[in-house]
Each structure stands twice: as structure tokens, then as C-alpha cells.
């Protein structure tokens, strides 16, 4: 069994592997170019933790919604085709995944991560006492009756899966969160008691201190070239960058402390945790993963004064937009971009993330003072993350979550260190391994 293990991405998923792999007695290095944790997708993601919500972009009817959309002024999802061959190919397999059939088989797939994922969540929150401002509950607000008759698929795999759930009449949703505005058209909403909100970075913060106090070494500013592997098996790393190290002594491997300058860093085993700027290192050994980067896009703002804000996250189902409330402030997220991997911030995305927190809360913040943020979410076109060995021997991935992350990654983190340890998963991986690509 490998003993000593690069995590290569210091996001959300790079930390609970990391976290789960020295937990299992490794000795964990995370290799990040950024100059923390959690800076990149993880950062300004919606913060949602929905289980019960948690669905393939690939689902039925949803191509014909992408052309509908194409000259809306706010829209859920933006498209905007680039020449790319490998973008060709993940929309030629996208379409195929639209069919029912597919669709609830990837849904399935997806819960049965998720659902994992949340209970070692709720382990790890208490094990630890990390404070991300968690708040249950979450509200698929309606706006007219079409959406209402449109959730009727969703509640019946909601029913056959055991998630609780209740359809809510207006009264009941207002009653629930007397802060939304009422001038709104409000068809109803769904209700799912179980699901939950709370902040990602702050968690990815949390966990990475205690990995640290637990021996998890943390190397910033490193940029990793290459995993180097001599038959068939992994040797180590090339990276580069000073980088600055936290963490059990503070030593570069093989080397005294200070810039990371030596080109080999030898490990027994990388996890690849990365996003879509990760794929070369795993295409240099012939590993092509169908993984596109869809941009989301979000803006937070601090609450006005005297206003409590939402009391639940909720997501607006017409506009597919979350609205997400933490200590102090209001986030809004949403907006599907597929096409162009250049994070430009799109106006048309804020002015839809801004219309739908301006409609349900007016008064919550100044959002004419919205900043846009935006991020590369890493997609599979089927919807499941790819998670474990690749063929070259010491070599695993845990990559793919797409605007999940947060939801999945610690029973992602967890699973992939268990097949790294060669230990047997909780879950059973049909479905989330390389082997369905074959």
C-alpha cells in the first residue's frame, strides 16, 4: 500500500481527500498553485447541500430549454459555442444522457454520493466543531403553474427515494419566510426539511486547519507539470513555484525548508482533485476525461441594515438561481454558461442573478452595487463525478462534481481514500468509476 500521497487542488474536494487519506495514515502532501484553500470554484459556489435536489444537467426536455433561452435577456442557461473538438464531443454525449432512461439512472448515481456524502458532512462538522453558518432546510420556490406541475417528476423520484418533501401552498411559503416580497407571482413551493445551507470556504478553512494539526502538509504557489510514472506506475510529481508550506516541519520533500525549487517530488500515489486545468496531467498518460468547464456565476452582498434577510436557502425554480443567506450577507447563484473556458463575468449573468434577488428581497441589499463572480464548474456530461484508480497503478482521481462540489466532497473525499488505502467504499461505486467511459 502507498504510503506517501500528493493531493494535486486545495478546493473543497482536495481538502476532505486529503483530510480522509491521513485519517487512513498517510502522509499527505496538497499541492495548490493558488495561495490558499478553496479560492477557485469553491469559493462562490451557492452553498447548498441538497441531496434531495441533486440532479443531472443532463435530464429530459432540458435541450430544448438551452434554445429557448439562447435571446432571453435573463436566463438560466447561457450559450456560447466555441470552435473545440472536445466541446463537440461533450455535447454530442450530453444529448444522448437527455433521454429519461439515462436521466434516472445518473440521478440515481448522483443521490447515492450525495446522500453518503452528507452524513460524513455531519460527521466531520461535529467531529471537528467547524462553523460554516449551516441552516436547514431548503425551498424550490414556484413562480407560476406551470413550475408547479413541472415538479411532478421530481416529487415522484423524491417519493420513490424516501427524501422527505412537501408541497407547499403560497400561504405556507410565505408563512415559512415572511421576508419574501409580495408583490411576486408565488405558485407554491416545494419543501425539503432535511436539506441545508452553509458556507463552503469557511468549512474548507476549517478542515484544513485541523489537517494540519493533524500532520497534512499544505504547499501553496505550486504549479504541478507532470505526474511522472515509470511502468505503468507513479513515481512522484514535477511542479514548480516558490510556494509557501505549512505544515509538519515545513520541509519540502527530500529537501530543507524554503522554495519548493526541486523538480521531482517523489510520492507513491497522486490524487488528482483539480478541475478542468487538471485534465492535461491525466491526458499525458492517456487518461481523457469528458469533463467541460460550465460556468456559474455569483454575486454576494452584505445584508442592509436592520434586514434578517432569507431565514432558509432557496432556489427560484424559474430561473434556476439559489438564494443562499449566511452570517451577514446574502448570496445569489445560478446561470449555466456552456461554450467559451475563459471565466469573463457575462452582464447578462448578473442582471439574472440580480433580478431574482432584487424580486424575492428588494430591501435585503444594494444590489446595484453587485459584483459578479464567476467559476469554472468541472462537468461530466452524464452528471456523476469520476472517482478512483485510473490505469496507471497509483494514480486516482476524484474530479467531475460540476456545480456539486460542496454537496459531494466529503463522501468523495472519503471514498477515494478508502480505495487508495485498498479498502472496501461504504458505498457501492457502479456508476462513479472511469469504468462507465469504456
Known sequence: MPRRVAVIGAGIVGCCTAWYLRERGFEVDVL?????VALETSWGNAGVIAPGYVTPW????????????????????LFRPVA??????WILRWLRECELGRYRVNKSRMQRLAFHSRDALHALRARLGIDDGRRQGYLQLL?????????????????ENGVPHRLLDADAVRALEPAL????PLAGALWLPEDES????DFAQGLADAARAAG???????TVRHIVAEGGEVRGVLAEGPGSVSGRGATAPGGPAGPTDRPLRSYDAVVVAGAVDALPLLAAHGIRLPIWPVKGYSTTLPLAEGDAGPRHAMIDEAYKVAITPFPGRIRVAGTAELGSPALVPRAAALRTLVKVGGDWFPDAARWQDAQCWVGARPMTPDGPALLGATPVRGLFVNMGH??????????AGQVVADVVAGRAPEIDLEGLTLDRLR
Open 32 to 36: 495548490e498553485r493558488r495561495d490558499g
Open 58 to 77: 443532463a435530464a429530459p426536455g432540458m435541450p430544448r430549454k438551452v434554445v429557448s433561452y439562447l435571446f432571453a435577456a435573463e436566463a438560466p442557461v
Open 84 to 89: 473545440s473538438p472536445a466541446l463537440a464531443r
Open 143 to 159: 413562480r407560476g403553474e406551470r413550475d408547479l406541475a413541472m415538479t411532478g417528476p421530481a416529487r415522484a423520484l423524491l417519493e
Open 181 to 184: 416580497a409580495p408583490g411576486v
Open 198 to 201: 452553509a458556507s463552503c470556504p
Open 216 to 222: 497534512v502538509r499544505f504547499v501553496f504557489g505550486c
Open 402 to 411: 460540476g456545480s456539486t462540489g460542496w454537496a459531494m466532497a466529503a463522501g
